[in-house]
Every structure is written in C-alpha cells, then in structure tokens.
C-alpha cells in the first residue's frame, strides 16, 4: 500500500542495504547524510566508483527472499539507476535538506536516526515536524529504530539518544500532522556491547491533508 515516484531517506549513513527490498515500490530514490564522508561513500556506489563499497551480497540476500536469486544483478542495476540526489541534511533545520528547496516527496524512512539527533523531548518533536514538512499530503513516514535506547557504540567512540516509549513517540506524530499510524515491535537489538536498547520498532504513519 506503499509506493510512489519519490523516496527520500534521512540520514542514510554511508549504506543503502535498508532500501533494496523498497526500491521496487519507488521510481527515484533519494538519499542524504549530515556529514560528508557517508555522502561520498553513496555516491562512490552510485557512480560505480572503484573503492567503493560491495553491496552484492545484500542484493543477493533480498533476491533470494523474493524468490528471484537470479536476477540479483537485475535488481542491483535497477536500484542504482534509480538512485538520484544525495543531499546534506540537518535534521534540526527546519528544512532539513536546507538550502535545496524540494517538491515534497511520497515517502521519507529514516533508519536508526532521529533520536540520536535529540537531546531532549522539545527537540524531538521539532525533528518530527521539520522531516514531516518534506511529505506530500497522503504521504508516507517509515521509522526504523532501537526502542528504550539512550546511548549506542560505533567503534570506539560512545554517543547519545532521545530514549522514547511508544505513547510519546505516536504522540510527536499526531501533532506533527500524522494519522494511520501503525507500530511494529520486534526483539532484534544490537547486542548489550553495543546499544542498551530493548528491541527494535518500525512506524508507518500518513501525513493528513493541509
């Protein structure tokens, strides 16, 4: 029930692995990152750039789910072709893709990253509202993230995140402008060296008309 001409992804990182098994559903898939080595690691892929990360065997894994293992290239071509704009993005602006001023888009997904742009509930809630103003009317937001999570490891290095329950998170939504909001609650986490998080959820929430 999802799908369009336009994704946007915030806060990709330098991975493009959660979007394989979307990129069916979508003619143009746009993504962006604050910093920009992760951007340079999209476009290195985009531009089939030699050093650039092989994410084969994550086209393989999701053709294989699909019963189709052997068009995996197909799907690998099809998702690079439709690869477009790699934008700088700051979740806490109120266009968070500032300074390009873009048409809205038909679904926007961000992976394990708007809390970790959070110190606090008031901040929270603008995120919510700035990443909501990208939707066009009926538009679709896709949230994936670690539940009860107020700190994770990347390496070495140790950083923070908004820890939120469920009746706050669907709260922010509703009041930035969202409806149908459905929640999903798995017990897939990180592992305790890594996060201290209790699990994982993904929302799927509609943005109202104006």
């Not at 990709?12 to 962006?32: C, D, M, Q, R, W």
């Not at 894994?61 to 799907?75: K, Q, R, T, Y």
């Not at 459905?182 to 897939?188: A, D, I, Q, T």
Request: negative net charge; hydrophobic residues 35%; charged residues 25%.
């Amino acid at each position: 029930r999802i799908g369009g001409a336009r994704l946007l992804d915030l806060g990709s990182g330098p991975t493009i692995k959660h979007h394989v098994i979307l990129s069916k559903y979508f003619n143009e898939l746009a993504f962006s990152d604050f910093t920009e080595k992760n951007r340079e690691a999209l476009r290195k892929w985009r531009d089939g750039e030699a050093g650039a990360f092989d994410w084969d065997s994550t086209f393989r894994c999701v053709a294989d789910l699909e019963g189709e293992e052997e068009n995996w290239m197909a799907l690998k071509e099809s998702f690079r072709n439709k690869m477009s704009t790699i934008y700088p993005c700051d979740l806490r602006n109120p266009n968070p893709l500032h300074p390009v001023l873009s048409k809205p888009f038909d679904c926007v997904t961000s992976t394990f990253c708007l809390e970790a742009a959070c110190s606090d509930d008031v901040t929270f809630d603008r995120v919510i509202r700035n990443v909501t103003s990208l939707l066009k009317d009926g538009g679709h937001l896709i949230i994936v993230n670690s539940l009860r999570q107020s700190a994770y490891i990347v390496g070495d290095v140790h950083f923070s995140s908004r820890s939120l329950e469920k009746e706050e998170y669907i709260q922010s939504l509703k009041s930035a402008g969202l409806d149908e909001i459905s929640w999903y609650e798995g017990e897939e986490s990180a592992g305790d060296h890594l996060s201290n998080s209790s699990g994982i959820y993904v929302i799927v929430a509609k943005k109202k008309p104006a």
